[in-house]
């Protein structure tokens, strides 16, 4: 059964109004609910970075949906901790809290004054990350001296059943990486014969029969106009590649680059429209591909209104 989940963008909005958004997202029939992990936003426009993992345990506590959040260990967080943190949610809420990782963004890790690694290095520094993580997970006591250090490290504190570790990705070559060491796959959305190729790179890589999660940016509102500006002023620091979103240095660095960025251009990286009908279909084609969680991100900041209508006039007829 496809599960559709609200995602708690703590670049957009304080941690006190997201956690309503959450509980508004649980009461209109969302099941599920990602969260962002970043130290600053994607830009200044969007003015907010609250911390996520003390959100995380409220918003847990708050409703029953099972939630997720995307993690960049190994510069920024010491993978020791992020197994605490992870282990600490999933005994208190048990079944209820996945963990994606991915290699993150320049903007955030490089906030401890260390070197910002090359693709290569940092994909072979998640990996020992992952490694770290499951062997704590599974009680080991944990020595590794690589592109992280952890010496003597015991996690007492376990749940019964560990958390789910998704693969974050958001190129061909990076799903088929994640493939072989991942229990899911964590990517975003784009047309559908581009997404297909991420899907058949992460089943190539060994992904073949693990759950895949599509995160997917809408914006909704009243009137077209309002959807597409809405997009334009809170996302458009977000529409460039992979290579860009990861190597620019500052919220201001990235706001800059997207002054160029044409307002019309925005319903290619973003799923604009005022019908609900339209969206069915959109989504449906995503599901058709595989996906079993679609993560719904409403762009703009008319969050009551979209999950409102989406909980009213979206989600039933895809659960049928």
């Not at 090359?118 to 006591?141: F, H, M, P, S, Y």
């Not at 997207?258 to 925005?266: E, G, P």
Request: glycine residues 6%; contains cysteine.
């Amino acid at each position: 059964m496809i599960k559709i989940g609200y995602q708690a963008s703590h670049e957009q909005f304080k941690p006190s109004a997201l956690l309503k958004y959450a509980q508004r997202a649980e009461q209109a029939g969302f099941q599920s609910c990602n969260s962002s992990d970043h130290f600053h936003p994607w830009s200044h426009e969007q003015g907010e970075s609250g911390f996520a993992w003390s959100w995380l345990g409220a918003a847990l506590q708050a409703t029953n949906l099972t939630f997720s959040v995307v993690n960049a260990p190994g510069q920024r967080y010491h993978p020791a901790i992020i197994a605490q943190a992870a282990a600490t949610l999933a005994e208190m809420f048990p079944n209820r809290f996945d963990i994606a990782l991915g290699t993150g963004q320049n903007l955030n890790e490089h906030i401890t004054g260390t070197v910002w690694p090359v693709k290569q290095d940092r994909n072979t520094r998640l990996r020992e990350c992952v490694d770290i993580i499951r062997a704590l997970w599974a009680g080991e006591t944990v020595t590794h001296h690589g592109l992280v250090t952890v010496e003597d490290a015991t996690l007492f504190t376990r749940p019964a059943t560990p958390p789910s570790i998704l693969g974050a990705a958001i190129t061909p070559e990076t799903a088929e990486w994640v493939g072989g060491w991942a229990d899911a796959l964590l990517t975003t959305a784009r047309p559908p014969e581009e997404l297909k190729k991420m899907v058949d790179a992460f089943h190539r890589g060994g992904g073949e029969g693990k759950p895949m999660n599509l995160k997917v940016e809408v914006s909704f509102a009243d009137s077209e106009e309002e959807a597409v500006q809405g997009a334009y002023e809170q996302w458009r620091s977000n529409i460039f590649t992979s290579s860009v979103l990861t190597e620019l240095r500052t919220a201001k660095q990235l706001q800059e680059a997207a002054q160029v960025v044409k307002k019309d251009i925005m319903k290619e990286h973003v799923l604009i429209s005022t019908e609900p009908g339209q969206y069915q279909e959109w989504l449906q084609q995503y599901i058709d591909l595989g996906f079993t969680q679609l993560i719904l991100h409403n762009v703009n900041l008319q969050q009551e209104h979209f999950i409102d209508l989406f909980g009213e006039k979206v989600l039933p007829q895809l659960a049928r």
